[in-house]
């Protein structure tokens, strides 16, 4: 990963598009979408809840491109949209 991507356009202060996707868990039908108004972002990925609870995994999730989960294999899809919109 380069320096440059690191790199967030907000200054700060400002609530960064980091934080956890919440709702039900994504599967290949039905995946978690994530939203955000940048092509990709990073998204992390703390499990469900109790058991299937797991040590947070970090991840880029680019726009077109689903990912999965490496530990509890719940599928992501990043959305268009502000992600700490008035929703
Ligand atoms: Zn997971």
């Not at 978690?32 to 999730?61: N, Y």
């Amino acid at each position: 990963m380069s320096e440059r991507n690191l790199r967030l356009p907000f200054r700060e202060g400002t609530s960064i598009e980091i934080n956890y996707p919440v709702g039900p868990f994504g599967t290949k039908d039905s995946p978690a979408i994530v939203k955000s108004v940048f092509d990709k972002r990073i998204v992390g990925c703390p499990g469900g809840e109790g058991e299937d609870e797991h040590d947070v995994v970090w991840f880029w999730l680019e726009k077109g491109k689903p990912h999965e989960c490496p530990v509890c294999f719940s599928i992501f899809q990043a959305g268009s949209g502000w992600p700490w919109g008035s929703s």
